[in-house]
């Protein structure tokens, strides 16, 4: 089956006279103009241009080709923009990045008040940085601030999250109060390790860090279980026993609730700032803003 691309590389290259020209009036690399034009050429089986050094000249077959889907191609083109334009002006869309739990957390209760569309992508902060300077999506939430030359990503920090120390409810936390009170932090350590530990496979930066800022070491253990969020985690805690280093922000409702329980907030504040990372050549602006505007309502702000 002939490439509907291939087809408009041949109207490009008919109207603009050369491959280099038709490149550019098609976004897209001359070799691979090329190559489309020899793969339509050997699908119709007829030579459709006269090479020269200056400019490509159309057969007389060509001719007849150009002539034969012209009017086609225009009919699709002004199709193509007049959804462009209508999907704009009607439905702009906005694609953000996050955590999950951040996600469930801050803007699924909000998603029905939105007045546009919304694409939600989860992922490592990692991928989803890359997807935004790849103009996949508009705004990423993120802890990591990248420093890239002649990048159209800008970084503004808009609150910190602070790493706690959590129990289940089942878990008899009496032992490490009394280490916690006497200051006594080998003694806490030893105690620490005699539990079962929780920890999820995108945050066990944030486990080690907490680990090495206030025992100066990095742990000697791998955590029991490693879930795929914090709020399976949570879950975990609110039934059963055991112990977890988790974002303040995700487990202050449970706190409140006495599902699970705040054991210590660690001698050094394990703290992230959080930023909002979004193009600057966004073009909805009033979107990103209601996004912003729905995490700043939610979360403690920081300029």
Request: contains cysteine; aromatic residues 10%; charged residues 30%.
């Amino acid at each position: 089956m002939v490439n509907l691309e291939w087809y408009r590389t041949f109207k490009e290259i008919y109207e603009n006279g050369t491959l280099t020209k038709a490149s550019i009036a098609l976004y897209a690399s001359q070799p691979g103009v090329s190559v489309h034009l020899n793969a339509l050429e050997a699908y119709v089986g007829k030579k459709l241009f006269e090479r020269t050094s200056r400019k490509m000249i159309p057969t007389e077959d060509g001719k007849f080709l150009y002539e034969y889907i012209i009017e086609s191609l225009t009919k699709l083109e002004i199709a193509e923009q007049h959804f462009k334009k209508t999907t704009q002006e009607k439905n702009p869309s906005l694609n953000i990045g996050m955590c999950s739990e951040m996600f469930q957390l801050i803007i699924e209760p909000e998603i029905p008040k939105l007045d546009f569309d919304l694409v939600a992508r989860f992922g490592s902060h990692i991928d989803l940085i890359k997807d935004l300077n790849n103009g996949i999506l508009d705004l990423v939430i993120t802890p990591k601030k990248q420093n890239e030359k002649k990048s159209l990503v800008e970084y503004v920090p808009f609150s910190k999250e602070r790493i706690v120390l959590v129990a289940g409810n089942k878990t008899d936390t009496t032992q490490l109060q009394e280490h916690l009170k006497s200051n006594d932090l080998n003694k806490l350590e030893d105690e620490l390790l005699k539990n079962t530990w929780y920890s999820s496979s995108n945050e066990m930066e944030h486990f080690r860090r907490f680990w090495f800022e206030n025992f100066n070491k990095k742990p000697a253990f791998k955590p029991n279980y490693i879930l795929p969020n914090i709020t399976s985690i949570i879950r975990c805690l609110h039934h059963g026993n055991g112990l977890a280093l988790v974002p303040d922000f995700l487990c202050q409702e449970q706190i409140l609730r006495n599902e699970i329980h705040l054991v210590w907030e660690g001698k050094v504040k394990t703290e992230n700032t959080l930023y909002f990372a979004s193009r600057t050549d966004l073009k909805y602006k009033k979107e990103l803003d209601t996004i912003r505007n729905i995490f700043k309502s939610k979360m403690k702000y920081t300029e």
